[in-house]
């Protein structure tokens, strides 16, 4: 499954953001940490205080679970500061992804009004 958040580059944003989208994750998919097979990380390079990893396992998350963080690449006209992450885990249903703290805008197709349309 999927998630991003946006954090300041500082590090109690990231310590306070990064276990918040995996805790997230979890609820929202009713996965337990004991069904996780791995976590990749992925961080735009204005976001270089912090490992997001180190970040999960200082919150007591993930503990024997493996962690990965890499850089995410350089596209012009990105969204900055955002940590994705890469979940995979035991499951049979459809996963569901979790975006966070104006990483939201990643995904207009889920988390964005359509133009044009009513909120009954």
């Known amino acids: 499954m999927r ?5 300041s580059n500082t590090i109690e944003s990231i310590s306070e953001w990064v276990p918040a ?3 997230s994750l979890l609820k929202k998919n009713t996965i337990s940490e004991i069904d996780i097979v791995s976590v990749v990380f992925s961080v735009t390079d204005d976001l270089n ?3 997001p990893a180190t970040a999960l396992r200082k919150a007591s998350f993930a503990e024997n679970v493996p962690l990965f963080a890499c850089a995410e690449p350089k596209i012009a006209g990105a969204l900055p500061s955002v ?3 890469l979940l995979t885990f035991y ?3 459809v996963p569901l992804p979790v975006y ?8 207009p197709d889920q988390f964005l009004p359509v133009s044009g349309s009513a909120n009954l």
Do not use: K, P, Q, T
């Not at 998630?3 to 954090?7: D, L, S, Y």
């Open 3 to 7: 998630g991003a958040v946006c954090c």
């Open 21 to 23: 989208l995996y805790r």
């Open 49 to 51: 205080v912090l490992n």
């Open 83 to 85: 940590i994705r992450i």
């Open 91 to 93: 499951g049979l249903h």
């Open 100 to 107: 966070l703290n104006g990483a939201e805008i990643l995904r």
